[in-house]
C-alpha cells in the first residue's frame, strides 16, 4: 500500500492498480492477488488467513458489545477510531490465550492471566483526553465496598480543555463477562465540578453491588461542561472525552 500526491482524488483502478481512500487519505495499491472468497474457504495456502479471519470475528463481536457496555461515558460523542483502537487491545489479548491454538484463541482466556488484567489497566483507552493525565492524583479502589477514592485532590491540578468551566466525573463498576458477553454497568452518582470546588478529597460508591456476571472493571470517565448564564453545556470537542479503566478485581 502506497500514499500518492494528486490535484484531485482518484477512485478506481487504473492499469492495474486500485485508488481508494483509507482514513480520509488517497492510497493506493497493486490490484488482484487471488483472495478472493472460495479461495479462502478451500485453499490449504489460504489456511492463516481463515484462522486470522475466525480471531477477527471473534475480536470485532466482542468489541461491539464492549462498547455498548462503555456507551454511558462517552453518550452524544463520536470515537471515529475508537472500535480499530479497542481491536488493538483485544486482538492483543487473545494472543495471550495459554490454551488454545491458532485461529482458535479467545479474549477471555488471556484475561484469566494476570498480564492480561494489567493490559485492560494499561491500555489507552481515548489519546486525546487520558483520564490519569487531566486527574494527577493517586485513586484507591475498595473492592469490598466497590468505592474509589481520590483522597488528596485540588482542582488546581486538574486539566481543564478551552472553553471548559466545570469537569464531570463518572466512576462506575463494568461487570463484564467476555465469554458469554452478558454484562451490566454499575454506575455511582456523577460529580460536576466548577474550576473553584474547594475540597480536597473525591468518593464514588456504586448504588447497587455486582452479582459477579465476569470479571469486574472500575472505570472513571470524565466530560467537560461551559456555563453560560447560569445553564451547564456539554462541550463535544475530540479531547472532551476520557475514559480509563482504573482497576480489576482479582
Not at 472532551?240 to 479503566?245: L, M, Q, T
Amino acid at each position: 500500500m502506497a500514499k500518492y500526491k494528486s490535484l484531485f482524488t482518484i477512485i478506481g483502478t487504473i492499469w492495474g492498480i486500485n485508488f481508494y481512500e483509507l482514513l480520509g487519505k488517497p492510497v493506493s495499491r497493486k490490484a488482484g492477488g487471488g483472495f478472493t472468497r472460495e479461495a479462502i474457504k478451500t485453499k490449504a495456502s489460504m489456511v492463516r488467513v481463515r484462522e486470522n479471519n475466525s480471531e477477527f470475528g471473534h475480536c470485532s463481536r466482542l468489541n461491539k458489545v464492549f462498547r455498548q457496555a462503555l456507551r454511558p461515558f462517552y453518550v452524544q460523542h463520536k470515537f471515529p477510531l475508537f472500535h480499530s483502537r479497542l481491536m488493538t487491545l483485544f486482538t492483543g489479548l487473545k494472543a495471550l490465550d495459554p490454551v488454545n491454538g491458532r485461529g482458535q484463541r479467545l479474549v477471555y482466556r488471556g484475561l484469566e492471566l494476570d498480564e492480561g488484567k494489567r493490559s485492560l489497566v494499561r491500555f489507552t483507552y481515548t489519546p486525546d483526553c487520558k483520564p490519569k493525565n487531566v486527574l494527577p492524583f493517586d485513586f484507591e479502589m475498595d473492592w469490598d465496598t466497590y468505592t474509589l477514592t481520590i483522597p488528596k485532590f485540588q482542582m488546581k491540578q486538574v486539566s481543564f480543555i478551552s472553553g471548559a468551566t466545570h469537569i464531570a466525573l463518572q466512576f462506575g463498576v463494568l461487570d463484564f463477562n467476555f465469554k458469554t458477553l452478558d454484562y451490566k454497568l454499575h454506575l455511582a452518582d456523577s460529580l460536576v465540578l466548577a474550576k473553584d470546588f474547594a475540597g480536597d478529597s473525591l468518593s464514588f460508591a456504586v448504588t447497587e453491588t455486582p452479582a459477579g456476571l465476569g470479571l469486574e472493571l472500575g472505570v472513571i470517565g470524565i466530560r467537560y461542561y461551559q456555563d453560560i448564564d447560569g445553564e451547564l453545556y456539554l462541550l463535544k470537542a475530540k479531547e472532551g472525552v476520557g475514559i480509563s479503566v482504573l482497576s480489576v478485581k482479582d
